[in-house]
Nanobody, 125 residues
Framework: VQLQASGGGLVQAGGSLRLSCVAS????????IGWFRQAPGKEREGVAY????????YYPDSVGGRFAISRDNAKNTIYLQMNSLKLEDTAVYYC???????????????????WGQGTLVTVSS
């Protein structure tokens, strides 16, 4: 059972990146997904959430209107499109999955069953 995040890198402020998270060893159909990030010296925080069927999403104010989470259950993959990147978006980004029966987002860190290894996003001026 594994989540593999990728797509991080160095980008200039105002630029865009798309992160991917591929699940192996299990199907994502019954999992709500969250993308989280952790900057040096800061706590891990959620930046995007999506329900198991993709009908609902949620974003905190810090990224709302700039980030978009999506999923392709047929490919067992989740995406995070990040636009208009800011210096403060620099962090290691993690995807996480939580098993759930209903089609609802799950906000917050607690309760997530599986975590990816993280991918570093660095935004430069």
């Amino acid at each position: 059972v594994q989540l593999q995040a990728s797509g991080g890198g160095l980008v200039q402020a105002g630029g865009s990146l798309r992160l991917s998270c591929v699940a192996s060893g299990f199907t994502l159909d019954y999992f709500a997904i969250g993308w989280f990030r952790q900057a040096p010296g800061k706590e891990r925080e959620g930046v995007a959430y999506i329900s198991r069927r993709g009908s609902s999403t949620y974003y905190p104010d810090s990224v709302g209107g700039r980030f978009a989470i999506s999923r392709d259950n047929a490919k067992n993959t989740i995406y995070l499109q990040m636009n208009s990147l800011k210096l403060e978006d620099t962090a290691v980004y993690y995807c996480a999955a939580r098993s759930i029966l209903k089609d609802a987002v799950v906000t917050g860190i607690s309760g997530y069953d599986y975590w990816g290894q993280g991918t570093l996003v660095t935004v430069s001026s």
